[in-house]
């Protein structure tokens, strides 16, 4: 009677497979967890990095614009007893729109609604009675206005700031006032214009009304923005943050944003997801392409020696599988491969494991750190103080801040206020021990952790980090200098946000002492001033 064959397969290729098909699961399940975890870090990193970059945005537009309030003030102080100097209110008008470019043009009306002069002239509009939105509003107000963006008569998208003019008797004379274009070239436009726009990511303005003040495409200024929750929140709320959102085109977006606090405008600043996760899966695509060819090699010397080393093999199959625990390289590295082609797939998994510890460690790394100076970020300096906390451990804080910095950038440039704070990242870790953790907190924020440092120990490395400073030669940079808070740790727990929080207060005392010094807190007592 004939029987249907039944398909065996033998012992060899049985442990075979049962080998490569459980090393292969437990790569897939830690690169799976991995990837998870670091995919949610970057998503994180990437949300604060909008929401900072928007907020240094907001903020720089804002000053910007108290600038240009600040020059119209100043014009408005000297013009109640020239009303009449058709001349000298020409020139005047002149100086204001060219000496810093704040303004695509500048207006001094009278109490009626006249234009007595204007810059440029070809406007065509001295002697003429103005009716715009801007005018109007400034002419009812009598006060600092900046208003409501608005088309002008010449169909431009116009902000319109101006200021009252007020004799010394307390009589209304009229006003001046600067025009910025948001459709044309503007010192504003370009200020947001500055914004790199790589791997899909991009810059945009909404004012109260919902309507797009700036965007990289400009047939879009001017539109009404739809339902959007983010932009709600700007307008109805006045709030700042980040949020992961579906922008009006199903783009998935990680949007940070800011509010201008003078007139309720929000910056938002987006990246594409997918761009944002694009390096990590390149990078484990590459771990993987690394680690095949090790585990394909291994194979024959397993296929050819399979009944000689089923016991050693059965192990190293059972470690396989526990790829993704804890104390697998250490279980492996014991089992006793007592001849070559165990000690040759023992080695490879080892390999494998330690490629991929090694680039989640340097994804780890990068993550912690600061990429300008090599210093700790703030994801850093959390896990330093968790861990000390943790131990009890006492420790010192010194927070440093670079004087006048925003000076330099302006008017040295940034490539030098780069090599300013390269320079303190340098003297900080001259004036620190290996133990120390040194953070770059933000823009010219640093902090310097010493563990085991005593309030007097620390202060001593406040000061001579402090001299070096003030005595350091930076090419371009002229005189720079630091302020210095210092506050340490009792043995008892204390929360390590007081901690710092004192520090920033010994680092504002230190400022309001006229900069240049060293201030000293201690986190259970009032602050007290140590004056270089």
């Given at each position: 009677m004939w029987t249907k064959p039944v398909l065996r397969m033998n012992l060899r290729r049985l442990i075979?497979?049962?080998?490569?098909?459980?090393?292969?699961?437990?790569?897939?399940?830690?690169?799976?967890?991995?990837?998870?975890v670091q995919r949610q870090l970057l998503i994180?990193?990437?949300?604060?990095?909008?929401?900072?970059?928007?907020?240094?945005?907001?903020?720089?537009?804002?000053?910007?614009?108290?600038?240009?309030?600040?020059?119209?003030?100043?014009?408005?102080?000297?013009?109640?007893?020239?009303?009449?100097?058709g001349d000298m209110l020409a020139d005047e008008a002149q100086r204001l729109r060219l000496q810093t470019n704040s303004f695509n043009s500048v207006l001094i009306v009278n109490a009626q609604g006249k234009v007595l002069g204007v810059s440029p002239e070809t406007l065509g509009l001295k002697n003429r009675q103005?009716?715009?939105?801007?005018?109007?509003?400034?002419?009812?107000?009598?006060?600092?206005?900046?208003?409501?963006?608005?088309?002008?008569?010449?169909?431009?998208?116009?902000?319109f700031i101006s200021h009252p003019i007020i004799d010394k008797g307390g009589r209304y004379l009229g006003y001046v006032g600067g025009s910025i274009y948001l459709k044309q070239k503007s010192i504003l436009f370009s200020m947001l214009g500055h914004h790199y726009y790589r791997d899909g990511s991009y810059l945009y303005v909404v004012d109260q009304s919902r309507r797009l003040l700036y965007h990289p495409d400009p047939e879009r200024l001017g539109d009404q923005v739809g339902a959007n929750t983010m932009i709600d929140a700007i307008i109805a709320r006045g709030?700042?943050?980040?949020?992961?959102?579906?922008?009006?085109?199903?783009?998935?977006?990680?949007?940070?944003?800011?509010?201008?606090?003078?007139?309720?405008?929000?910056?938002?600043?987006?990246?594409?997801?997918?761009?944002?996760?694009?390096?990590?899966?390149?990078?484990?695509?590459?771990t993987v392409w690394h680690s095949l060819p090790i585990a394909l090699l291994s194979l024959p010397f397993i296929w050819w020696l399979a009944r000689l080393i089923s016991r050693p093999l059965g192990q190293l199959a059972e470690s396989a599988s526990r790829m993704d625990r804890h104390g697998t390289a250490e279980h492996i590295?014991?089992?006793?491969?007592?001849?070559?082609?165990?000690?040759?797939?023992?080695?490879?998994?080892?390999l494998g494991l330690s490629l991929l510890q090694r680039k989640i460690g340097k994804l780890k790394f990068d993550v912690q750190t600061d990429p300008l100076t090599g210093l700790s970020n703030r994801r850093g300096m959390a896990a330093a103080l968790e861990a000390w906390q943790a131990q009890a451990r006492p420790f010192s804080v010194v927070a440093i801040d670079i004087d006048h910095f925003k000076q330099v950038n302006d008017q040295r440039g940034h490539a030098v206020g780069d090599e300013v704070i390269l320079r303190l990242a340098q003297l900080m870790r001259a004036c620190s021990r290996?133990?120390?953790?040194?953070?770059?907190?933000?823009?010219?924020e640093f902090l310097m952790l010493l563990p085991d440092a005593?309030?007097?120990?620390?202060?001593?490395?406040?000061?001579?980090?402090?001299?070096?400073?003030?005595?350091?030669?930076?090419?371009?940079?002229?005189?720079?200098?630091?302020?210095?808070?210092?506050?340490?740790?009792?043995?008892?727990?204390?929360?390590?946000?007081?901690?710092?929080?004192?520090a920033d207060e010994a680092l504002?005392?230190?400022?309001?002492?006229?900069?240049?010094c060293v201030g000293v807190a201690n986190a259970h007592e009032h602050l007290l001033i140590d004056n270089a």
């Open positions: 075979v497979l049962v080998a490569f098909a459980s090393a292969l699961i437990s790569l897939v399940n830690t690169f799976y967890a991995s990837y998870k994180n990193t990437t949300l604060e990095s909008n929401h900072a970059y928007a907020s240094k945005l907001a903020s720089t537009a804002e000053d910007f614009l108290q600038s240009a309030r600040q020059q119209l003030a100043y014009s408005a102080d000297r013009l109640p007893g020239h009303m009449a100097d103005l009716d715009s939105p801007g005018a109007r509003h400034a002419l009812q107000e009598r006060r600092p206005l900046i208003s409501e963006p608005y088309v002008s008569t010449a169909g431009n998208l116009v902000v709030e700042a943050g980040s949020a992961r959102m579906v922008n009006s085109v199903g783009v998935d977006m990680l949007a940070g944003y800011a509010v201008m606090p003078s007139t309720g405008w929000g910056i938002v600043a987006q990246r594409p997801t997918a761009m944002t996760l694009a390096p990590l899966n390149q990078l484990m695509v590459d590295g014991a089992i006793r491969a007592w001849y070559l082609e165990a000690s040759q797939i023992k080695k490879a998994l080892l290996d133990a120390d953790v040194l953070c770059r907190n933000g823009g010219d005593s309030l007097d120990a620390a202060v001593r490395v406040a000061e001579r980090l402090r001299a070096r400073v003030a005595e350091a030669d930076i090419p371009g940079a002229g005189a720079v200098t630091v302020s210095l808070g210092v506050v340490a740790s009792a043995q008892e727990a204390v929360d390590a946000a007081a901690i710092l929080h004192a504002y005392e230190a400022k309001k002492k006229g900069r240049n």
